[in-house]
């Protein structure tokens, strides 16, 4: 599995306990109470409710899978719901099928993760590629080899473990006080406009620093509410973050495309080489896997590329030439220049992948202007709502607990079930919840497991 991505997905858990200490009473959180929130909510479900509500109907196909069909089937009865039917079910494919690949390096489960995801929802995509790496960890576990665990706790301004990255601090907080607030807005806005009371609307802060949000609805009223309005204001939350995530892509695309004449020329004018930032010691997470040809022959952080093959290197663009997996094992000659002014050539084996094992950078004869910096500060916090809207909409979908998935799939899938099996709907609902859990908890418990083994 991808180590980036699932820390990303780790990222979530962090509000999550905050939300469940929120519900418990536990207030460890300060929680700021707003009356004035309240009427505001009101207001939004007011102009924006009719939106909502469709947007819900759709996010409650894609993310309950064929029971949500079974379910709309029997309550719709014109046949315009088969083309909500179609684009749902396309919409569930393309994201399982998006996302299975760059989630886990087990290609064939692309499959496995488009067939669970049409019958439990797309919140499955996360779980069938948490099962796979668990798979590959339990094998290797039996068979002695050092297993790579892919559950690990991440926090926005602290580097991951052998892989260069940092989650930005203003752009993490950020995209998840944003995904958050677009989450619960969602539900508070459907469960407005159901004629539903809200109990409390407000901010959770944490030193003074918004972290999220959130909207309580009256738990008594909300449980005896009609079901159909009450699957919808579970699955408009979930939904509202895909969505979101959706858009972000959207707005970075138009970007990039309309920068573009703008961001060549300026790197044109500027750029003038490239320099070694990280030398990695090893392709693939953990430490396995092939040594990098960089660090064979000891290449350094802070070293200039002034040559490859003989060809002078100003830029990225004059490298490329020479790398990518149409040189997969071949040896490419390298000068390099520290800060001193000494020159080091090197012979250097590329990967299966057709890369050295280095980070590179591009260096300029002056400063980006801050136009320029801007484009790209605009991109990366896009990019991060991006990332963090998905995984808490995706998350969400899980058929886990005290989640909109999970209270949303449970009963759902007794109330299509229990008839068939003769048995009490809510004793059904209560066992389908607990046997999702046990089975995602130990996926989970699987994943976790090299760190103490
Ligand atoms: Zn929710």
């Not at 509500?53 to 894609?62: E, L, W």
């Not at 094992?329 to 520290?338: C, H, K, L, P």
């Not at 998350?395 to 009490?424: C, R, T, V, Y």
Request: a positive charge; one cysteine or more; hydrophobic letters at 50%.
């Amino acid at each position: 599995m991808d180590y980036v991505l699932l820390s990303y997905g780790l990222l979530i858990i962090v509000p999550l306990i905050a939300y469940w200490l929120i519900k418990k009473k536990f207030q460890i959180l300060f929680l700021f109470r707003s009356k004035r929130l309240a009427k505001k909510v009101d207001d939004v479900a007011k102009k924006w409710g009719g939106f909502v509500d469709k947007m819900a109907t759709f996010g409650f196909i894609i993310g309950t899978g064929i029971f949500g069909f079974w379910y709309l089937n029997r309550k719709y009865k014109t046949s315009r719901k088969y083309l909500l039917f179609a684009f749902g079910l396309l919409s569930i494919i393309f994201v399982a099928w998006l996302l299975s690949i760059p989630l886990t390096k087990i290609a064939d489960i692309t499959l496995l993760s488009i067939l669970f995801s049409i019958i439990f929802g797309v919140g499955f995509v996360l779980v069938v590629a948490l099962g796979a790496q668990g798979m590959v960890i339990i094998d290797s576990l039996f068979t002695g080899a050092k297993a790579c665990p892919s559950v690990a706790p991440v926090l926005p301004g602290v580097a991951l473990p052998n892989i260069s990255l940092t989650i930005p601090l203003f752009e993490g907080w950020f995209a998840l006080f944003l995904a958050i607030v677009v989450h619960e807005l969602s539900h508070a806005i459907l469960i407005r406009r159901y004629g539903l009371k809200l109990k409390s609307v407000g901010l959770v802060l944490l030193g003074g620093l918004p972290l999220g949000a959130f909207a309580e609805p009256d738990d008594k009223q909300f449980n005896k509410a009609k079901e159909w309005d009450r699957y919808r204001v579970l699955a408009a939350g979930p939904t509202a973050n895909l969505l979101l995530a959706f858009i972000c892509v959207v707005l970075g695309v138009i970007i990039v495309a309309a920068a573009a004449p703008y961001t060549i020329a300026v790197n044109q004018e500027l750029v003038n080489g490239v320099v070694v930032v990280d030398v990695q010691q090893n392709f693939g997470m953990c430490g396995e896997g092939e040594e990098t040809g960089a660090y064979a022959v000891g290449v350094q952080p802070g070293w200039l590329v002034k040559e490859v093959n003989g060809d002078a290197v100003t830029g990225f663009e004059t490298m490329y030439p020479h790398l990518g997996t149409d040189f997969a094992n071949q040896v490419i000659t390298v000068t390099f220049e520290d800060t001193q002014g000494n020159t080091y050539g090197r012979a250097i084996k590329l990967g299966s992948n057709g890369l050295m094992g280095v980070t590179l950078q591009q260096t300029t004869s002056a400063p980006y202007p801050w136009e320029y910096e801007t484009i790209l500060f605009s991109l990366s916090v896009l990019n991060w709502c991006f990332l963090l809207n998905l995984m808490v909409g995706l998350f969400n979908f899980i058929p886990l607990g005290p989640m909109d998935g999970g209270l949303l799939q449970s009963e759902l899938m007794a109330q299509s079930l229990h008839k068939k099996i003769k048995m009490d709907k809510k004793k059904l609902t209560k066992l389908i919840n607990f046997s999702f859990l046990v089975f995602i908890l130990a996926i989970i418990v699987i994943n976790a497991l090299p760190w103490f083994v």
